[in-house]
C-alpha cells in the first residue's frame, strides 16, 4: 500500500514531466492509428464487401497476434534506426490486425436479407455499401479499433527502448524514478487505456443502429436476427 501511496504522490509532485510524456504517447499512438486506419479499414470493408479473403484477413490477425512487441520494434531498429518513425511502424503493423479482421468480419456479416432487398430497391454496388452494409457494420468496426487504440497504448510503453518519448521513459528509467516513479508511469498509461476503451465504447454504441440496440440482450452480439435487416434497411434507405 505505501508503494502506491509514493506513486500518486509521485504523480502529485512530476505532474509537469508527466503531463510532457503523456503528449508524447498520445502523438505516438494518434500517428500510428491514423496511418492502421487508413490501411486496415478500406481494406477491410473491400473485401467483405466483396465476400473474399477470409484467408488474408484471418492470417494476418493470426501473425498479428503471434508477432511480439518487443521483437518487432528491435527488428525495426536494424532497417529504420531509432527514433519515432520505427516505433510508430511497429505500432502500425500491431495495430492493423484487429482492425482489418473485424472490418472485413462485420461487413461480410451483414444480414443477406438487407443486401437483397437494397439491391432490390434498385441500388447499385456502391449505394449497397455506403448505405446498407457499412451502417450495420460500424458497430463491430468500431469494436475492432477499441481493442487496437488499447493495443497500441499499451505498447508505446515500450518506445523509449528504441529511442521514442512516451511514458515508458519513467517505467525503464528505474534507477532514477525508482518503484514510486515506475508505478505512477504506469497508473498514468492504465488511466489512458481505460479512458481510450471508455471513449471507444461510447463511440460504438453511439453508432449502433437504433434498431439493433434495441433488440439486444445481456450478452448478445449487435448482429440482427434473419429478416430483421430489411426493416433496418428501410430506415436506413428513407434517412
Known amino acids: 500500500m505505501n508503494d502506491f501511496t509514493d506513486a500518486f504522490r509521485f504523480i502529485g509532485d512530476n505532474v509537469s514531466l508527466l503531463w510532457h510524456l503523456t503528449l508524447d504517447h498520445l502523438a505516438l499512438t494518434g500517428a500510428a492509428m491514423a496511418i492502421a486506419l487508413v ?15 477470409s484467408f488474408v484477413a484471418i492470417n494476418i490477425s493470426n501473425i498479428g497476434r503471434a508477432l511480439p512487441s518487443l521483437a518487432l520494434i528491435a527488428f525495426g531498429v536494424a532497417l529504420l534506426g531509432i527514433g519515432f518513425v520505427n516505433v510508430m511502424v511497429a505500432l502500425v503493423v500491431l495495430a492493423i490486425p484487429p482492425m482489418l479482421t473485424n472490418a ?40 475492432g479499433v477499441r481493442t487496437a487504440v488499447v493495443y497500441v497504448i499499451a505498447t508505446a510503453t515500450l518506445a523509449p527502448l528504441a529511442g521514442a518519448s512516451s511514458l515508458g521513459n519513467v517505467i525503464v528509467d528505474q534507477a532514477t524514478y525508482r518503484l514510486p516513479g515506475v508505478l505512477g508511469a504506469a497508473i498514468c498509461v492504465a488511466v489512458l487505456a481505460l479512458v481510450a476503451e471508455l ?9 449502433t443502429p437504433r434498431g439493433l440496440r434495441a433488440g439486444r440482450r445481456d450478452g448478445e452480439e449487435a448482429v440482427p436476427p434473419p429478416g430483421e435487416g430489411r426493416r433496418v434497411l428501410v430506415r436506413y434507405a428513407n434517412s
Open 104 to 143: 472485413y468480419v462485420a461487413v461480410d456479416g451483414v444480414d443477406p436479407d438487407a443486401v437483397e432487398a437494397a439491391q432490390g430497391m434498385g441500388m447499385t454496388p456502391t449505394e449497397v455499401l455506403l448505405r446498407v452494409e457499412l451502417p450495420l457494420a460500424l458497430p463491430l468496426i468500431f469494436a
Open 199 to 207: 471513449s471507444f465504447a461510447l463511440l460504438q454504441r453511439a453508432v
Open 39 to 53: 490501411v486496415a479499414l478500406p481494406l477491410g470493408v473491400w473485401l467483405g464487401h466483396l465476400h473474399r479473403g
